[in-house]
């Protein structure tokens, strides 16, 4: 069975549980997939409940959903890890998480009371248009209706002054990750998750400051040179989500991935998998 890691691009932010692409790529290949994504972590949380629970699952392959803010993630959670060496320390979002997850009347609370009075980040909900425009650039052409942040299009900056101790975390991460990989006696594969911001970049590209060089696939490049450096498998789904681009696979505003976005991923990952036995060990997979 698959462990897969990440997260709320795997947990399945904006989608019922069975679209989420775990749980589709199980119904692809027909075997158990866990879901062990979780929103707000990095990859050094990741690697954190590999170890904890990594036993217990006992996983053949782990799948790894890597996505541009993970770099930042795994900076601003590193003063957590040391904690009695808990993976996730912030005690009230488990429960945050699930009132997201069930209760439509959370969701009203905290998006529109809150909100309106001005509480935390919840006032960003009512941008005057003048700051939407400041915030995004606002696409609403050829079928397409997207709000590009142009926040996330710093991470298409090969200077943004993150990257030089993020991409020192993100190796040592991935070196330990494939360390305990070993022990479970697992495959791990790691994949790119692409942001809105680079899959409809034709649209983003013509509205920044020229003043900034910017470079569409460095992320998920600075991601592949990781994981061949570190001799792991990789899975760059730039390439199929620009060659779809025409549609809509991410929600107008918010910057997930809609049910057609995490199909992409479950159906990209599925035809690896059977492609790449060799690789990836996976002959008795889809026979």
């Known amino acids: 069975h698959i462990l897969s890691l990440g997260d709320s691009f795997t947990w399945g932010a904006g989608v019922t549980n069975e679209e989420t692409w775990p749980e589709m790529l199980e119904g692809l290949l027909q075997i158990d997939v866990i879901n062990a ?101 606002i696409v609403n052409q050829d079928n397409l209706k997207l709000h590009l942040s142009r926040d996330y299009a710093l991470y298409l900056n090969p200077e943004f002054d993150i990257y030089n101790d993020a991409i020192i975390v993100l190796d040592q991460t991935l070196s330990e990750m494939l360390l305990e990989a070993g022990k479970l006696d697992s495959q791990l594969l790691v994949v790119f998750l692409p942001s809105k911001e680079q899959v409809y970049w034709r649209y983003l590209s013509p509205e920044l400051s020229s003043d900034l060089q910017y470079q569409v696939e460095f992320p998920n490049e600075v991601l592949a040179d990781l994981a061949l450096k570190n001799r792991i498998v990789f899975l760059d789904l730039f390439p199929v989500f620009e060659a779809n681009n025409h549609q809509q696979l991410y929600w107008d505003v918010d910057s997930h991935m809609n049910a057609a976005g995490y199909k992409l991923v479950a159906d990209s990952i599925a035809k690896f998998l059977l492609e790449q036995e060799d690789i990836i060990g996976t002959r008795s997979i889809g026979k």
């Open 37 to 137: 994504g979780y929103p707000g972590i990095g990859t050094q949380q990741q690697l954190l409940l590999l170890k904890e629970c990594g036993g217990i699952f006992k996983p053949d392959i782990i799948i790894v959903g890597f996505f541009v803010n993970d770099f930042i993630d795994n900076l601003t959670w590193r003063h957590k890890l040391g904690v009695n060496n808990f993976w996730y320390t912030n005690f009230g979002r488990p429960i945050r998480v699930w009132l997201a997850a069930n209760s439509y009347s959370y969701q009203f609370f905290k998006y529109f009371f809150l909100g309106r009075i001005g509480i935390g980040d919840f006032e960003n909900i009512y941008w005057s248009q003048e700051e939407r425009n400041e915030r995004f650039v």
